[in-house]
């Protein structure tokens, strides 16, 4: 069976704010991809990259401390 894109669509809600139109695509965008790239803009995406790793990995340990601190005060309460 081959799906079509309204058969792929038709469990979507419609979108608000554009009567229920598909968005038009971002020109702005494409213009970006064809500007220049500097070494300023490599090593500020970089840095970006990194610090979102770091965030992400600092969550991760945050979650898992905060739920063995619940589990280790869940057993001092019994």
Known sequence: MKLSLEDLLAGVP???????????????????ANE????LD????NAKRVLEDEAEARAVKTARLKSAREERDASEAD
């Open 14 to 32: 419609a979108q608000d704010g554009n009567g229920g139109e598909l968005l038009k695509p971002n020109l702005s965008a494409k213009k970006k």
């Open 36 to 39: 220049p790239v500097t070494q």
């Open 42 to 45: 490599k090593t500020t995406t």
